[in-house]
């Protein structure tokens, strides 16, 4: 990378001179005094310090920060603070990484803190537990980044942390989106809230290809619990629909209970409650088709105010699915592989299959004219789903 010269100071113009080269040339340039603006590409530019530690052969590069946040001035600053540490017998390369020469600032953890108890009242009940475990057990894995003071991050920081989920594709993608919102909300204090119309909870899903597998292992458990989550896998529903939800020791969600277990036209259907006061997440009532394997996991019928499954605890769909091949996926990104699976596989409808996992994405005008929840064409999609999933 080639090395320029920026010239001139503060006051007659070198800031300006600075965010010339931020925007325009690539490479690395002196501003004197070991300080050097570090341009990787157009926009992107951090300021990077040059020492030669006392009786060591090589100089040395630490950076200091991203240039969209330190201003010239204050990379000055700092380097000065580091020239004087040094030539007084210090380690500056210590005091930087101490944070002693930059402003003090509020840290990426504690600015994580901050954006998920304002963001997090605006997720459903039934998902802050587990949306906050996500971001516990996600940014668990990076505490040097989260010890970064937010002035601190740049673009190469960022990457360090993002490396470590190389080859887990959706992971990295969330915390990228992640970081970049919690960095917008501690410099702007503003929250990014999706339209009510937006899908924005995104969940590791299994590839459709491994589901049958899988499913043949959780057949072999036998188990209540094993037998929610094949249940859950060929009705493409939410764990909350199945065996409820509970968020800080209270219930906030019921679960299922034989009295949803009816017929439509004669044949077996589960009506899930909609309403101000039923269990699906969009309020509305959703009819799911149930397949004679489906069926045959519901047992002897029972009575009406009986939960369908008996699960062990809360989380007992996902720890059996992580403890059976599956600790890298979701319960709820089995609603993915169901969707993955038609879309690559069969011709049905997409408006359709959508309508399958009660995501109703027809126009307004096509919800005017065509009413029906489209029950009867439904039942071919999960027949073949069920087929697929259990053979």
Avoid at 238 to 263: C, L, N, Q, S
Wanted: hydrophobic share 35%; proline share 5%; charged share 30%.
């Amino acid at each position: 990378m080639s090395i320029h010269r920026i010239g001139g100071n503060a006051k007659d113009g070198g800031a300006k001179a600075a965010a010339d080269l931020i925007e325009n040339k690539p490479g690395k340039h002196s501003d004197g005094g070991g300080l050097y603006l570090q341009v990787a590409n157009p926009g992107q530019a951090s300021w990077v310090w040059r020492h030669k530690p006392k009786g060591e052969d090589r100089e040395k590069w630490r950076c200091i920060g991203p240039a969209s946040v330190y201003k010239i001035e204050e990379a000055r600053e700092i380097a000065r603070n580091l020239r004087k540490a040094a030539h007084e017998g210090r380690d500056p390369f210590q005091m930087l990484r101490a944070d002693s020469a930059r402003p003090a600032g509020k840290s990426f953890a504690t600015a994580m803190t901050e954006y998920l108890k304002s963001k997090s009242p605006h997720w459903a009940a039934s998902n802050r537990a587990r949306g906050l475990r996500r971001y516990e057990f996600l940014f668990g894995q990076i505490p040097d980044f989260t010890a970064l003071p937010i002035k601190a991050i740049d673009q190469a920081a960022k990457n360090k942390a993002l490396a470590t989920w190389d080859g887990k594709t959706k992971a990295r993608r969330d915390v990228g989106f992640y970081i970049e919102a919690i960095i917008r909300y501690a410099e702007t204090g503003k929250l990014r809230l999706p339209n009510a119309s937006d899908d924005v909870e995104h969940f590791e899903s299994m590839p459709y290809r491994d589901v049958p597998g899988f499913y043949a292992r959780l057949a072999a458990l036998g188990t209540v619990d094993a037998g929610a989550l094949q249940f859950t896998i060929l009705a493409g529903a939410r764990t909350d629909e199945v065996i409820g939800a509970e968020y800080g020791g209270e219930i906030t969600k019921a679960p299922a209970t034989w009295r949803e277990i009816t017929e439509v036209d004669g044949k077996p259907t589960w009506v899930i409650p909609g309403g101000l006061d039923g269990r699906m997440k969009a309020k509305k009532t959703h009819r799911v088709p149930l397949t004679a394997v489906a069926l045959a996991l519901l047992g002897e019928r029972r009575a009406d105010d009986v939960p369908l499954f008996g699960v062990s605890g809360a989380n007992a769909m996902r720890d059996t699915l992580q403890s059976n091949g599956g600790e890298d996926y979701t319960v709820h990104g089995m609603r993915s592989s169901f969707e993955d699976w038609a879309a690559e596989t069969t011709n049905f409808p997409r408006d359709l299959v959508k309508l399958c996992t009660a995501h109703d994405k027809r126009t307004k005008t096509d919800k005017a004219y065509q009413r029906s929840d489209l029950l009867e064409k439904r039942r071919e999609i999960m027949q073949a789903w069920s087929d697929f999933c259990a053979t």
